[in-house]
Each structure stands twice: as C-alpha cells, then as structure tokens.
C-alpha cells in the first residue's frame, strides 16, 4: 500500500513536469489534414514528430515568417535543422497553403456573431 501511494505521489509530481515537455500528443492524423500542394507530404512527416498539425493549420505567415520560424523551432524546441531542398519544399508549401490570414477566407465564422 505503502508503495502504491508512493507511485501515486511520485506521479502528481511528475504530471507538471511532463506537461511541460513540448511534445503535443498527435492524434491519428494523415498528410490530408493539411491543406493540398506540392511538398504536404514532406512536410506533414517532418513536422508533426513533435505536435500535431493543428499549430500548423491555425498559422498563416508570410514566407519568411515561414523560413524564420524553421530557424525557431530548430533552435527553442530541437527540431532537426532544415536545410536545402527540403527547407525549400516544405518552407514554399506553408508559405502558399497558410498565407498570412487576411488572404484567407475565415475557417470557422461563428454563426452568432453580429457585426
Ligand atoms: C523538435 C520538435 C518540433 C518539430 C519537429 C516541429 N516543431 Fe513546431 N513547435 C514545436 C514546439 C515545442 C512548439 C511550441 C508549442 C507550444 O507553444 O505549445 C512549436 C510550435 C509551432 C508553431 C506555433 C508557433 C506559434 O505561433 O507560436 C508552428 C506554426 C509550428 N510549430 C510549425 C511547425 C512546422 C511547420 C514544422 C515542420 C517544419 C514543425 N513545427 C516541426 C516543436 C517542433
């Protein structure tokens, strides 16, 4: 018993720090989530080691912003570095899939909205 409330214990303590690791637990999820174009694949597979593409999704940068945030994730979380023509493949999907959100349309209008 004793033992039991001790794992107990040890694992509220630990909840916190788990939590805390970066890893997003990713659902079942297919490169068809992602909005369709030239380098989803690559990109789908590269990116969703660590989190689910949900980030990905609710983003929209421009290009750069797209290339500085490889640099980003590569430097804050670990990713592998991303270079050459794999940069360039996946950095060229986001930029045209997820464009900044004013050229978008709105993904989800909430039906009780008035404006
Ligand atoms: C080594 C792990 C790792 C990999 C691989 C990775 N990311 Fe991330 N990414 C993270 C972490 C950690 C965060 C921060 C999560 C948070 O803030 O909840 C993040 C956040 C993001 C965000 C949100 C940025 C914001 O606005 O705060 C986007 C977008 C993103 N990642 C895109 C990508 C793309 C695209 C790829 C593939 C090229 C990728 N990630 C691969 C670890 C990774």
Redesign the pocket.
């Known amino acids: 018993m004793k033992g039991l409330i001790a794992g107990v214990a040890a694992a509220l303590l630990a909840g916190p720090l788990l939590l805390s690791t ?3 637990a990713a659902e079942e999820e297919t490169p068809e989530v992602l909005a369709p174009g030239e380098g989803r694949e690559e ?1 789908f597979y ?6 689910n593409t949900a ?2 999704r ?2 929209g ?1 421009t290009r750069q912003q ?1 290339d500085e ?2 640099d ?3 430097e ?5 570095p ?1 270079e050459g023509e794999l940069r360039e493949t ?2 060229n999907y ?1 930029a045209e899939a ?1 464009p900044p959100r004013r050229q978008r349309p709105p993904a989800f209008t909430n039906p009780f909205a008035r404006d």
């Open positions: 970066p890893v997003i990109t590269y990116c969703i080691a660590c989190h980030l990905i609710r983003s940068f797209w945030l490889m980003w994730m590569t804050k979380h670990g990713m592998n991303l996946i950095v986001l997820y």
